[in-house]
């Protein structure tokens, strides 16, 4: 037994030792130098994606001459598949081979897509002939097609590998435990955010008007050169990078966990949560920053950390099939937890995911010059959209956050849930404004008998857009910055990637839903005056839709004011180093309690090298 003793204090020294070094290393990794690197490498990636999707409406109407809502729907369902392979490249990163390599070899594949749709554009082989008029266009032919359907494959699968890593890589750079986070002065997640605007501001200006009056080779390869650089940015700050190793499946402790409670459900589980099985050796690689604490919600689960008698008798390592430590077992409790409030954003982007497409047709009706020569190109009015939301970001950290700090008392002025809450507030207003604004524009179209005309431009300025976009803007400092932000601080530490591969995969079953939803509209909303019309969107009805979605957006806000309402934050420990006495000491009282428990078991290794705060 003293042999035995000797032998697991021995292995805790080693490992104190080995985390003490690695420590001290990390100290010199990550931090403020390795921004340059990967805000660089993140502005240029912005830059290439936005460039390239932001008109793709245009190129797919005017250039390949689909019909408007086949065209809207192509992007939107490209678009939700590239928003589900973050969950892959998310569990990669998770599993296998971390945040920087699955980046990398992400955007390798997100620039074959670039350049191959680049091709496209540049050979007159791979268009249809050019219809100006609008009437009686030949379409793109199946195998033109196809070399649309594969770029836009490419770009979807490489988006996989960058979407989930690239949020949560850059924050690990930092220390982001609450103490840190309570020090600083900013909000790491509203000025990364903040970087990415800017980087969209670009896109939505010079690469869109390049695309309008330059050309669409030129307008795409810019965005495909922007991809090279990106990479290129990335790799060459590798070696100051703080990288996170890969700490297995995720999904396999999940099922592990609930495996271990389904074995044992007619155990019961005792009053005394410190009772319950816990191993800081084993869940060292998933709780760097600090364990999950035992909760009393979805108490069943507490059953797979329950330690049996044969259990605590025997010697070989522990089965997590059969036993998880509390920690795993609060793993899967904090994604229970999330997933209503995640939910949430799914009819959100459903209310938004066509908003972008039929904006920019509104706009290509209007009056949109800015002088006898200049006219802002249709694609780029969602710079006022950017231009509110970069506004809003910095008023909201110079001016509401130290108010509203000194209100609550919050570090962070509001919480996470309050700002998401206000973000689904505001949006309504925006697509309400949309439709006012569609009835004033065919009211006019319908004054000076353009209504039959679908490429006359109307005598109404395309400013009247503003509010929309700009209200949309304001709604995203609230909305997607909190949803961020919620899903980085709630998720379990060794899932921050999966957690933002939900992100993404919100915004894809949105886009599969909005889909749904505009065929729907589409096929049943009659014939004379189809809401959604294929070519003459004057002769549609716009703002009926419009008022639809704002419908949904109400009865979602409602489900998730009672979600946040019941939403329990995660309590976490904070690592901190601790005396050998205290750990003894420590070790000594939770073998008794387990003696007490165990009727006759006497002894329960239950390692231990790190105290907690």
């Given amino acids: 037994m003293e042999l035995e003793k000797s032998r697991g204090h021995s292995v805790q020294e080693e490992m104190k030792e080995s985390w003490k070094k690695k420590k001290k290393q990390n100290k010199h ?18 830059i290439a994606s936005v460039g390239f999707h932001a008109n793709m409406i245009t190129y797919l109407t005017q250039q390949l001459n689909m019909p408007l809502v086949e065209a809207s729907n192509t992007l939107t369902n490209f678009a939700g598949t590239a928003n589900f392979t973050p969950l892959v490249g998310a569990l990669v990163a998770d599993s296998y081979v971390g945040q920087f390599w699955t980046i990398t070899v992400g955007s390798f ?27 009686n266009c ?12 594969i770029s836009l494959l490419l770009t979807s699968l490489g988006t996989g590998g960058i979407r989930p890593c690239v949020v949560t890589f850059a924050a690990n750079q930092f220390d982001m435990s609450k103490s840190s986070v309570a020090a600083r002065r900013w909000n790491f997640f509203s000025w990364y955010y903040f970087s990415m605007g800017m980087a969209t501001l670009f896109a939505f200006t010079v690469i869109v008007y390049i695309q309008e009056n330059v050309g669409w080779g030129w307008g795409l390869g810019i965005p495909t050169i922007a991809m090279v650089v990106s990479i290129l940015a990335f790799m060459v ?27 044992k459900r007619k155990e019961k589980v005792p009053e005394d949560p410190s009772l319950l099985y816990e191993n800081k050796e084993l869940d060292a690689a998933i709780s760097t920053d600090g364990r999950l604490l035992h909760t009393e919600q979805f108490k069943w689960l507490d059953k797979a950390a329950v330690v049996t008698d044969e259990e605590a008798r025997r010697s070989n390592p522990t089965n997590l099939w059969k036993l998880a ?65 970069l506004t809003g970001l910095v008023l909201y950290e110079r001016f509401l956050v130290p108010l509203a700090r000194r209100i609550t008392g919050n570090p962070s002025g509001i919480t996470c849930l309050q700002r998401m809450g206000i973000g689904f507030v505001i949006n309504i207003f925006a697509t309400v404004a949309a439709s006012l604004v569609e009835i004033k524009r065919k009211a006019v179209a319908a004054h000076h008998n353009l209504l039959d005309k679908p490429t006359a431009i109307i005598p109404i300025s395309v400013f009247w857009l503003v509010p929309q976009y700009s209200i949309h803007g304001i709604a995203e400092v609230f909305m997607n910055v909190g949803h961020l932000e919620f899903l980085y601080d709630q998720s379990p530490e060794s899932m921050r990637n999966t957690a933002a591969a939900l992100y993404w995969i919100a915004i894809a079953v949105g886009n599969y839903i909005g ?83 165990g009727n006759g078991v006497h002894e329960v290794e239950l390692p231990r090298s790190n105290e907690t705060v």
């Fill in 29 to 46: 990794l990550g931090g403020l130098k390795t921004m340059p690197f990967i805000l660089a490498n993140e502005i240029c990636d912005r």
């Fill in 109 to 135: 594949i997100y620039a074959l897509g670039l350049v191959s749709i680049t091709i496209s554009a540049i050979l007159p082989s791979l268009r249809p002939p050019p219809c100006p008029t609008q009437v």
């Fill in 138 to 149: 030949k379409e793109a032919s199946t195998w033109q097609l196809w070399v649309l359907y």
């Fill in 237 to 263: 700050g590798s070696p100051l990078y703080k990288n996170v190793k890969p700490g297995g499946s995720p999904f396999v402790r999940l099922a592990q966990v609930i495996a271990a409670a389904t074995k």
């Fill in 325 to 389: 430590t509390v920690h795993r077992v609060e793993e899967l409790k904090s994604i229970i937890r999330m997933l209503p409030i995640w939910a949430a954003g799914i009819l959100l982007v459903t209310s938004t995911s066509h908003q972008g497409s039929f904006s920019i047709q509104q706009a290509r009706t209007m009056n949109r010059h800015l002088s006898p020569s200049f006219q802002i190109p249709p694609a780029s009015m969602m710079i006022f959209s950017i231009l509110a939301m």
């Fill in 515 to 597: 889909t749904f939803l505009v065929t729907l509209v589409h096929e049943y909303s009659g014939k004379g005056r189809n809401w959604l019309p294929d070519r003459n969107l004057n002769k549609g009805r716009l703002e009926y839709y419009y008022l639809l979605v704002s419908g949904i957006q109400v009865i979602n806000l409602i489900y998730y004011a009672i979600c946040a309402s019941l939403y329990t934050y995660k309590p976490l420990e904070e690592v901190k180093e601790t005396s050998k006495e205290e750990e003894e000491v420590d070790s000594a009282v939770r073998a008794s309690k387990l003696s007490n428990y």
